[in-house]
């Protein structure tokens, strides 16, 4: 502030929530009193609910629309006879390449981006920047574990404020618009890593992008043949082989030595939230090529029964789903009492006679 002032600029701050349509209106009205006609609107408000989708309830879903949505709204809406010259809306580049656990976000901030097209369609001005993750200011700045968390996920290297200025500037600075700018990304974007994690980065849209992007260094053996590794080697071997490469898996995701990962404890009481367990199935999909069905990974699954359900989806792809199920079950309606090393000989035992009485029959 300071230093805009400085700078010869008068500046004024007044405070409201601007999703609420008649609290801005209030700050319009006194911005126009004390400094005249509205030359340019900016909104940069944001919330952040995440949460998996299956988690996310109305209240959540909602908190992160307001500011972004209905603020925006409400600012077209009461500048609509101001000489606006600038409408400017702050997004995020999860809403090019989708983040797990960011779906109201990323909705909000799509929204944002399609009224920005609609206003240059328009012939008003209006810009969506879709920023990378900014690393020394803002709300990935201040809370340290989320900022770990998305630049692992998405392979982001980070954008310094002075950076993202230099950028806007360059953006602002093109008089010339054409339609297709009304949404700019900026974003430094690690491909190779983020393709590990994102499932929908292997979609048709991204084969141009990829298809220079270096994977990134723990990816060198990429792919495991898991029915090679277990071919020959009876249920329990070929379970605890499973488990054994899963067990990995989870150490990376968890930063932790695979030695201190035990099979048999629930996910949750080895520090998984349900983001990892997401991570966990799309990296089981990539690495060992076997679609997991969804229930097979919650809360109180352990990595036994998930090398259960692997091993029956090895010996059978359509199979897996009783161990699954019953995993699913007994965490519903045991809870905490569960002890998983039965039940994942139950499951492998009902799995088995499954398998033999499908031999049987064929
Ligand atoms: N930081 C990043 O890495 C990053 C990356 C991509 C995109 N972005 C975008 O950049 C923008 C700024 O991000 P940031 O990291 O600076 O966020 P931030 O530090 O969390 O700031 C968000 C601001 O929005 C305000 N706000 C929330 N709801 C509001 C409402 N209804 N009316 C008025 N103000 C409201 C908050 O005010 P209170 O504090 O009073 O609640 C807060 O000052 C956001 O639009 C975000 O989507 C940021």
């Known amino acids: ?46 919330v952040l609910r995440d949460s998996l989708l299956a988690n996310l309830d109305a209240e959540n879903f909602t908190e992160a629309l307001k500011p972004k949505i209905d603020a925006a709204a409400a600012m077209e809406k009461l500048t609509a006879n101001d000489p606006v010259g600038d409408f400017v809306v702050y997004s995020s580049a999860t809403t090019v390449i989708g983040n797990p656990g960011q779906s109201n976000y990323v909705a909000a901030n799509s929204w944002l981006e399609a009224l920005m097209r609609k206003r240059r369609a328009a012939g008003k001005p209006g810009l969506a920047i879709a920023w990378g993750a900014l690393g020394d200011v ?66 048709p ?12 260094p723990q990816d060198s053996g990429e792919q495991v043949d898991l029915a090679a590794l277990v071919r020959g080697k009876d249920a329990r071997e070929a379970r605890d082989i499973v488990a054994e490469a899963l ?40 690495r060992f090529d076997i679609d997991l069905p969804l229930v ?14 692997i091993v029956s989806r090895i010996h059978e792809p359509d199979a897996g789903e009783a161990a ?20 994942a000989e139950f499951s492998e035992a ?13």
């Open 1 to 46: 502030m300071k230093r805009l002032r400085d700078a010869g600029a008068e500046v004024k701050v007044f405070a409201c929530d601007a999703s609420d349509e008649a609290a801005l209106k209030k700050a319009l009205d006194e911005t126009r009193k004390e400094l005249g006609p509205i030359g340019g609107m900016w909104n940069v408000a944001m």
């Open 138 to 203: 803002g709300y990935l700045a201040r809370t340290g574990e989320v900022k770990e968390k998305i630049q692992k996920r998405l392979g982001y290297a980070t954008l310094s404020g002075a950076e993202a200025l230099e950028g806007l500037g360059r953006v602002l600075a093109q008089g010339d618009m054409r339609l297709e700018t009304g949404v700019v990304t900026i974003a430094p974007i690690d491909w190779g890593q983020a393709r590990r994690d994102l499932a929908y980065l292997s979609s």
């Open 205 to 216: 849209t991204f084969t141009q992008v990829l298809a220079d992007a270096e994977m990134g």
């Open 247 to 286: 067990t990995s898996e989870v150490a990376r995701i968890l930063k932790l030595p695979a030695k201190e990962i035990s099979p048999q404890r629930p996910l949750a009481e080895l520090g998984m939230d349900s983001l990892m367990g997401l991570e966990l199935r799309m990296s089981v999909e990539r």
């Open 296 to 309: 097979a990974i919650g809360d109180s699954t352990t990595l036994l029964t998930i090398a259960q359900t």
């Open 324 to 343: 699954a199920v019953n995993s699913d079950l007994a965490a519903r309606h045991i809870g905490d009492d569960v002890d998983h090393a039965e039940l």
């Open 350 to 362: 009902v799995e088995a006679r499954r398998l033999s009485m499908g031999r049987a029959n064929a």
